[in-house]
C-alpha cells in the first residue's frame, strides 16, 4: 500500500477491551490485549495518516505520532468516538466492546458475601450507530466469532452498514484475543468473502490497510 494513499486522511482506531465497573476495584472485561488494534494505528501511523487511538486500557506503549485518547467503559468509547466521528475519513473498531454494564454500580467496594446477583443492562452498539449515521466515513468492524465465522460475520457486515468486515476465528488458539497472530476472513457488502491466512497482526495490519485503501479509491472513483 502506497504511503500517498493515507496522506491527508484521519483514521480513528479502537483497540482494546472496555471495563464495566462492578464498584470501585471490580469490573467486567474481556481478554483483549489491545495487539490487533495497536498494529493498525502504528501501521497507518507509518502511511501518512493522522491517527487517533481510541483505546480500552492496555499493558501495550501507545505508538509514535498517534494522538491517543484513553477510554475505559463501552459508554465512555461511544462518547470518544461519536464526538470525532464526522472528521473522520476512516473508522477501524478492533476493540472488543463490552455488550453489557452493570446496571447500579457500587460507589463503595461490595463485601464478601455467599452470593450476589449483578443487574446487566445492554450498552449501546457503536459501531451500529456509526453506520446508521454514515456520511463519507469508510467503516471497518472487526467479529469475534467462535463458529459459523462467514454467517455471522457477513450478518454483522449489513447490519452495521460496514465497508468491510475482518472476522476472526477466535476459538483457535494462535488467532484472535491476547496472541500475536491472527486469522480469519475479509467480508464486503458486495463481494465474496476472502480468507485470511494465519499470520502477525502486524503483517495483518498492513493487509486492512492495503484493503482499506483499496476501498478508498474505489470511493473516489464513484
Ligand atoms: O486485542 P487483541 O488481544 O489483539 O485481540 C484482537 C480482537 C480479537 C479483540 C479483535 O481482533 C476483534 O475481533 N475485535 C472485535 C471484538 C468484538 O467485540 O467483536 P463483536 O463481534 O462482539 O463486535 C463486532 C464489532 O462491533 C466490533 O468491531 C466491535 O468493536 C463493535 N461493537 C461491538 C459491541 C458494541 N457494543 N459496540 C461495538 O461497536
Redesign the pocket.
Known amino acids: 500500500c502506497a504511503t500517498e494513499e493515507f496522506s491527508g486522511k484521519t483514521v480513528l482506531v479502537?483497540?482494546?477491551?472496555t471495563q464495566e465497573n462492578i464498584d470501585p476495584v471490580r469490573y467486567i472485561g474481556n481478554?483483549?490485549?489491545?495487539?490487533?488494534?495497536y498494529a493498525i494505528a502504528a501501521e497507518v501511523q507509518k502511511m501518512g495518516a493522522r491517527v487517533i487511538l481510541v483505546s480500552a486500557p492496555t499493558s501495550l506503549d501507545v505508538p509514535h505520532g498517534v494522538e491517543y485518547v484513553p477510554v475505559d467503559s463501552?459508554i465512555s468509547m461511544q462518547e470518544a468516538v461519536e464526538s470525532r466521528y464526522k472528521d473522520v475519513d476512516v473508522v477501524i473498531?478492533?476493540?472488543?466492546?463490552?455488550?453489557f454494564r452493570v446496571l447500579n454500580k457500587a460507589d463503595h467496594k461490595i463485601k464478601k458475601m455467599d452470593s450476589m446477583t449483578l443487574e446487566l443492562v445492554k450498552?449501546?452498539?457503536?459501531?451500529?450507530g456509526l453506520g446508521v449515521h454514515k456520511t463519507h466515513q469508510l467503516l471497518v468492524?472487526?467479529?469475534?466469532?467462535t463458529q459459523d465465522v462467514v454467517a455471522y460475520g457477513q450478518d454483522?457486515v449489513h447490519r452495521?452498514h460496514l465497508d468491510m468486515l475482518?472476522a476472526?476465528d477466535?476459538s483457535k488458539s494462535n488467532a484472535?484475543?491476547?496472541?500475536d497472530t491472527?486469522e480469519g476472513y475479509f467480508l464486503y457488502p458486495d463481494k465474496e468473502p476472502r480468507v485470511i491466512p494465519n499470520m502477525k497482526?502486524t503483517e495483518l495490519a498492513k493487509c486492512i490497510l492495503t484493503e482499506v485503501a483499496e476501498l478508498m479509491k474505489l470511493k473516489c472513483t464513484k
Not at 481478554?31 to 488494534?37: L, Y
Not at 450498552?123 to 451500529?128: E, F, H, R
Not at 468492524?141 to 466469532?145: D, I, K, L, T, V
Request: proline fraction near 2%; charged fraction near 20%.
Open positions: 479502537t483497540a482494546g477491551g481478554r483483549s490485549s489491545g495487539k490487533m488494534g463501552a473498531m478492533a476493540a472488543a466492546v463490552s455488550d450498552n449501546p452498539d457503536i459501531l451500529q468492524g472487526f467479529a469475534a466469532e454483522k452495521k475482518v476472526n477466535v484472535g484475543f491476547n496472541v491472527n497482526k
